[in-house]
């Protein structure tokens, strides 16, 4: 499980996004932890589309380490993110252009879940649309594990 500090980061997370329109989904190793899978992760990795990402950058505007970057094409898809630091954690939002995604496409396609983190009801996508993520982006083990563990 998680580290205290994740789980508050996470939860601040949930509150500065709830009610703000964002759509967004936690993924990642972060996400597959609070399935129960064993995995120790380093970040938070929050998707959401690229629309929102100026939005929700001025949201965490007193967490924020860094401005908005462009990332090597994963899968040959492009991607931006921001870094936070939240409680001592990192934090990426990450975002896609849902014409042109992995994560983003099967989020707006309804490919969730929401799992409870004391009383959070924290948005993810389903284990097999997280392990197609992997997939899509070359990272067969990962997403071999996922697979194995549904």
Not at 90 to 99: C, D, H, I, N, Y
């Amino acid at each position: 499980m998680f580290s205290n500090d994740f789980i508050q980061a996470l939860k601040i997370v949930y509150e500065k996004l709830e009610n703000t329109g964002i759509d967004w989904v936690l993924e990642g190793s972060a996400r597959l932890v609070l399935s129960g899978m064993d995995f120790d992760p380093q970040d938070l990795d929050i998707a959401l589309e690229f629309k929102n990402l100026k939005k929700a950058k001025e949201i965490f505007k007193e967490y924020y380490i860094s401005g908005i970057t462009e990332l090597k094409p994963l899968g040959g898809k492009r991607a931006w993110e921001v870094i936070l630091d939240i409680e001592g954690v990192q934090v990426q939002l990450f975002a896609e252009k849902p014409e042109d995604s992995f994560w983003i496409s099967r989020m707006l396609s309804g490919k969730t879940t929401e799992i409870d983190l004391d009383g959070y009801k924290i948005p993810c996508l389903t284990l097999k649309a997280e392990a197609e993520c992997y997939e899509g982006i070359g990272r067969k083990e990962k997403a071999e594990k996922i697979i194995s563990y549904i």
